[in-house]
């Protein structure tokens, strides 16, 4: 519900997901909300710089369609208009997970997939429509302004990119920052004289590359998406096959700790091959391939734990991949970034205009949102024992009773229902823990030694966590 539009300026930088999401809930809160881009924005689904992930295969997970749903309805019907593909997530996904294939029966959870740049122009054109935000687009933000006594940020120094005019100030009482990984939040904070915020990084070194085909009616019969997870520790490979609209396929290859797929066809399909299920090669072999290969490297996973910080500025928030980025392998930053502005949304309607320590709330109660999909991905790169950083206590024990969850979700509906539902960001993961899913696990694990395999070949629980 909006709030009377008590609060003067707000302001966004950057216009991506994050962003737009953030604009659109600001407007709900200001008289007017500036959002500005670096890049040059267009009116249509086209690749940019400030975004260059954007090439890469990008599931949108359920929790975050449903959140980016409640925030501009009708979005969804718009954009399977535009040649997005609804699905099924259980039932229209051949999902190889560690140790075999998923089951798959009719579910209810509906998802969509679509390349990154047509979701981020049909949200941004539902943003450009609204009536109190303006976007200023080739333009970059250099640097924040505060108060004199530095309590509180008041605007930020903006420079046109074609170096057309120079720098100047533009004042807002709440200023959200979406700037991506790349994000100079903790320089800017420093420079007002604020602590960096403390920052988690868990390296995992994975490289993505992906290819576009021509999609044709049979190509994966009786599914319209193809998943292939890896069963660490010995496996490190993932491929993703997704339908985007134009009849087109997205192959997405990635590996952890330096196994990258190479960007060339004989090193492509043999990576391809190389999976553990052959859904994605058999599709591509003999598919005709549309344009050239993208790769992306991601180091880490990075969290900046600003919600830590015993003094933030008032009038400054970061959201987003800002705030924290995730290992894209399990397809969370968006549907994160989502919940998190949803949080901020709830900040400011229970603020009611007033703004003072609205970002150290948002940040407290960010954080709690962020852990569910940070423990996911934290606790699933840690089954690689090559990959480093601060484990959270109870890692192990936790993957390897995952290792036991996959098994189940083979054969027990329940457990495969309520895994596809934490992992998509519906479900917080006590749901696994729940007593019908540790009876499917338990039964499962006796009845199949397949699952007890696996599980074994997960880290041994520790007790030095
Ligand atoms: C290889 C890869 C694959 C991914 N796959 C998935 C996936 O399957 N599913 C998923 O949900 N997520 C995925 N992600 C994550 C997803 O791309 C991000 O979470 C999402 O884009 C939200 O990020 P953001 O809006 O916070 O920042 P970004 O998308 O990084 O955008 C930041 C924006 O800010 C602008 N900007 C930066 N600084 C300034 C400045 N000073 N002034 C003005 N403008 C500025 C940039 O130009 C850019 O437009 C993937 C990421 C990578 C790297």
């Not at 309590?151 to 004042?171: F, N, P, S, Y």
């Amino acid at each position: 519900m909006a709030e009377s539009k008590r609060n003067g300026n707000a302001i966004v930088i950057g216009g991506s997901i994050a962003g737009l999401m953030a604009a659109r809930v600001l407007a709900d809160h200001f008289v007017r909300v500036t959002l500005i881009e670096r890049d040059i924005l267009t009116h249509g689904p086209e690749q940019r710089k400030g975004v260059p992930q954007g090439q890469q295969g990008h599931g949108l997970l359920a929790g975050g369609q449903r959140a980016m749903e409640g925030l501009f309805p009708g979005l969804t019907a718009d954009l399977v208009a535009e040649g997005a593909t609804t699905l099924d997530v259980i039932a229209d996904a051949t999902w190889h997970q560690p140790g075999s294939y998923r089951l798959r029966f009719a579910s209810g959870l509906e998802g969509i997939s679509l390349s990154r740049p047509l979701l981020e122009a049909g949200i941004r054109r539902r943003v450009r429509a609204l009536a109190n935000v303006a976007v200023l687009d080739g333009c970059e933000v250099t640097g924040l302004v505060a108060s004199g006594d530095r309590a509180r940020v008041t605007g930020v120094t903006v420079r046109r990119r074609d170096g057309e005019a120079a720098e100047e100030a533009l004042a807002a009482a709440l200023v959200v920052d979406a700037g991506g990984r790349g994000s100079r939040a903790p320089s800017w904070l420093e420079a007002l004289g604020y602590a960096r915020p403390e920052e988690e990084k868990i390296a995992v070194g994975v490289g993505y590359t992906s290819r576009l085909y021509r999609r044709r009616p049979g190509d994966l019969p009786g599914a319209r998406a193809a998943i292939c997870q890896p069963t660490p520790p010995h496996e490190t490979r993932i491929g993703v096959l997704l339908p985007l609209e134009g009849d087109r396929w997205i192959a997405t290859l990635a590996g952890w700790l330096g196994d990258h797929a190479p960007a060339d066809d004989a090193g492509f399909l043999a990576f391809a091959r190389s999976l553990a299920a052959p859904d994605i090669y058999d599709v591509i072999k003999q598919a005709e391939p549309l344009g050239d290969y993208a790769t992306h490297k991601f180091p880490a996973n990075l969290r900046r734990r600003y919600e830590r910080l015993g003094r933030v500025p008032e009038g400054y928030a970061v959201v987003g991949d800002a705030l924290c980025s995730f290992n894209p392998t399990y397809g969370q930053g968006m549907s994160s970034a989502a919940l998190a502005v949803m949080a901020l949304a709830d900040c400011l309607r229970e603020a009611r205009g007033d703004l003072r320590g609205l970002p150290g709330r948002f940040y407290k109660r960010a954080a709690t949102v962020i852990d569910t999909p940070w423990q996911m991905a934290a606790g699933g790169d840690f089954a690689y024992p090559g990959v480093t950083g601060k484990r959270a206590p109870g890692t192990d024990v936790i993957n390897g009773y995952m290792g036991r969850v996959f098994g189940a979700a083979t054969a027990d509906r329940h457990v495969c229902r309520t895994l596809v539902e934490v992992a998509n960001l519906l479900a917080p993961p006590s749901a696994l823990f729940a007593p019908r899913v540790l009876l499917g696990v338990l039964r499962s694990t006796l009845r199949r030694p397949q699952a007890t395999q696996l599980a074994r070949t997960l880290p041994a629980p520790s007790t030095a966590d």
